[in-house]
């Protein structure tokens, strides 16, 4: 028998819940057994592996460089037991569905679709988190996700990708602001947190037009980016759509961008190797529906 057929995978369920908990008594918990089982069990694993998977740090655990790279396979490995096991039950529709979103797209465009999901597939359990593109894209490549809506264009060899909305971003100024008092004066941006696809169309425009900015303010929420660019705080990019569709969309002025700036379409992305997820389908097909009847 090879080294690494000796390898139990029951094993790795230790491994990811202390690195998803950073704590043994986290783990345990989540695990429903004592610190003392998890810590004999991640022992198991590095004598298995011959290398050390955590290192403590500031009074919780941290993976090493060789957990680093373990962590993907023990995440796609787990993930496939959850899909062996519902591919052989009565009712494909069941178990969980990890969905990530942009904020604009999950405050507003998602609702109804998820609503009639509910009622087609009331049995899965779904997921749904929130971040900026770059952080659901690293969530669906590290396997955590298995499917995102972010911004594009964007392509990547690991992943599928599906236009779903034609979005137009916007220059979102306080009313009564001009253009060309933003091209004249200092500046703030604001926006989401770094990895927003739209924060970094801004950053764009900002440096083209050459605007002199002198703070960034970043929230991870849209109702207080509209605020704060409501109050005069300063300048944000955001979809053009929630100009109507969000409460707070009137309250804050919309300048038009070129096409080449402006154009930025929703994108569902998903592994290329990940193993067919019915409720998913079931999903990409609502999602589909709701882009053909806004045409």
Not at 34 to 39: A, D, F, I, R
Not at 130 to 147: H, I, N, Y
Request: net charge positive; charged share 20%; glycine share 8%.
């Amino acid at each position: 028998m090879s080294a690494w057929e000796r390898l139990n995978p029951q094993l790795l369920r230790h491994f990811l819940a202390v690195s998803r908990c950073g704590s043994l008594t986290a783990a345990a918990d989540q695990l429903h057994c004592v610190p003392s089982n998890v810590s004999a069990r991640l022992r198991q694993l590095e004598g298995q592996l011959g290398v050390r998977l955590f290192q403590r740090q500031a009074q919780r655990l941290h993976l090493t460089p060789a957990g680093e790279r373990l962590l993907p396979y023990a995440e796609q490995l787990d993930r496939l037991c959850q899909q062996a096991w519902h591919s052989v039950q009565d009712d494909l529709w069941s178990g969980t569905l990890r969905l990530g979103a942009m904020e604009t797209c999950a405050a507003v465009r998602l609702p109804e679709v998820l609503a009639t999901f509910h009622r087609d597939a009331p049995r899965v359990q779904l997921q749904l988190k929130t971040g900026t593109s770059g952080d659901m894209l690293a969530e669906v490549l590290a396997g955590r996700l298995d499917a995102a809506l972010i911004g594009g264009p964007y392509q990547h060899p690991a992943l599928r990708t599906e236009a779903i909305w034609p979005e137009r971003l916007a220059l979102v100024l306080a009313v009564g602001a001009r253009v060309e008092q933003v091209l004249e004066y200092p500046v703030t941006l604001i926006g989401f947190p770094g990895g927003c696809h739209y924060q970094q169309r801004l950053e764009r425009w900002s440096e083209e037009r050459g605007l002199r900015v002198t703070a960034r303010q970043s929230y991870g929420s849209l109702d207080a980016i509209f605020a704060s660019i409501a109050a005069g705080m300063g300048i944000g990019m955001l979809p053009l759509f929630l100009r109507q569709s969000h409460p707070r969309g009137p309250l804050v002025a919309w300048q038009e961008l070129p096409a080449e700036l402006a154009d930025a379409p929703t994108l569902l992305v998903r592994r290329q190797d990940a193993v067919q997820h019915p409720a998913l389908e079931h999903l990409l097909e609502l999602l589909r529906a709701r882009r053909y009847a806004n045409g």
